[in-house]
């Protein structure tokens, strides 16, 4: 059985297609410069090679990990120097799981007020809400959950 052959090139529909990314984001990251501007057809229709396909899956999988666009720029950069050491990779990683488990760390305060408000909740009227009241007056308050940006 033979494999079928890999295009040589797409359309900006089919590149969206094959790696699950928005036709809006595609442009977005050529206009930012994470992805090369790709040669044009006669017509001009943006035709993208397998390199543009490797690079968008890279950058694709990188943002599902949470990675930032400037630590994913500066690991594309390093990609294209595969002499150099790794060690920068390592750093922007390991900066990047420090940065995720404090995420957990403040989703885990915060879960544990959410249910120690709802314990709390006697579902009688709203005039005496527990939870409204803790709303109301962070002081009420256990935890040091503080603001959380995920």
Known sequence: MSKKAEPRDYAIGDL???TGVKVTTIRYY???GLLAE???SEGGRRMYGAAHLRRLKFIRHARDLG???DAIREMLALSDEPDKSCARVDAITRQHLLAVEDKISRLTLLRNELSRMMKACRHGRVSECRILDTLADHGRCESGHGALRV
């Open 16 to 18: 969206s297609r094959e």
């Open 30 to 32: 050529e206009s930012i």
């Open 38 to 40: 790709p040669p044009r």
């Open 67 to 69: 990675f930032e666009v």
